[in-house]
């Protein structure tokens, strides 16, 4: 059914996608006149940290290039889900407040 790269990339991107709302969740807190209310912070935070992680894998900036589930990997995954979800949060969050 699934090939062993297929099963890792799904975890990764749950990695990311989890991370990412916690991310988006944190810099709400730290931001908080950008804040949406923890739903939505939650919810373009996990899709930020998908995005961030597709990003960080394109441009090969997230650790442990070995395709294994190994540490330096599940960290590079981490760190790019805090970031992309923290930074998608603050955009929207600052797009939300100016325009609408």
Do not use: P, W
């Amino acid at each position: 059914m699934f090939h062993g790269d297929s099963v890792m990339y799904i975890v990764f991107i749950i990695i990311q996608m989890l991370t990412g709302i916690v991310g988006g969740n944190l810099l709400a807190n730290m931001a908080k006149n950008l804040s949406m209310g923890a739903k939505r912070n939650s919810i373009v935070g996990m899709i930020g940290g998908g995005i961030g992680g597709q990003v960080f894998r394109v441009m090969e900036i997230t650790a442990g290039q070995s395709g294994g589930l190994d540490f330096d990997s599940i960290l590079g995954s981490v760190l790019a889900g805090v970031a992309g979800g923290g930074a998608v949060m603050l955009v929207v969050g600052y797009i939300k407040k100016t325009f609408f």
